[in-house]
């Protein structure tokens, strides 16, 4: 069985913006060793600024704030109000892949890392947990457990 969930990311990504979100997060945890959230905004500030695609309306109108001057948080917060409080969407989820991938993020910090992340976009706290329990998941079935396991384990 292959256990290399970016690789079942991309195939299952026909149009690309979830896998390339999730490889820039990866990249970035490699450069940073671990999670720097100025330096995953960073980079996603430089693709919107280039060739960003498929991320989605809330990304999208967040770093159109961010470009904009905003710091990350404060673009977050006011897409989130300007919404309606409707940020509670799967793009943090699809980054989160790259997450629980990385090793270097220790296991008793994923989910909060995980939640951190998520909000650079959004805001709404559901946005996070489905993020975290996403990394969580894939943690630990490269770690050997069923999906049953690994389920009970995020929950």
């Known amino acids: 069985m292959n256990r290399n969930p970016l690789l079942g990311q991309a195939i299952g990504d026909r149009i690309g913006g979830p896998i390339r979100m999730a490889l820039l997060l990866g990249e970035s945890l490699i450069a940073c060793s671990g999670l720097d959230t100025q330096h995953i905004a960073a980079q996603y500030l430089d693709w919107y600024k280039t060739d960003a695609f498929d991320t989605g309306p809330i990304w999208h109108q967040v770093f159109d704030r961010v470009n904009a001057g905003s710091t990350p948080e404060e673009a977050a917060r006011s897409v989130h109000e300007s919404s309606g409080g409707m940020t509670a969407g799967t793009n943090p989820s699809h980054r989160a892949t790259a997450l629980g991938c990385a090793s270097v993020i220790p296991d008793a910090e994923l989910a909060?890392?995980?939640?951190?992340?998520?909000?650079?976009?959004?805001?709404?706290?559901?946005?996070?947990?489905?993020?975290?329990?996403?990394?969580?998941?894939?943690?630990?079935?490269?770690?050997?457990?069923?999906?049953?396991?690994?389920?009970?384990?995020?929950?």
Do not use: F, Y
Not at 120 to 136: F, I, K, S
Not at 143 to 149: I, N, P
């Open 112 to 155: 909060d890392m995980a939640r951190l992340e998520a909000r650079l976009t959004h805001w709404h706290p559901e946005a996070g947990e489905a993020a975290a329990a996403t990394a969580v998941i894939i943690r630990s079935q490269l770690c050997g457990a069923s999906l049953a396991e690994a389920v009970r384990t995020a929950t």
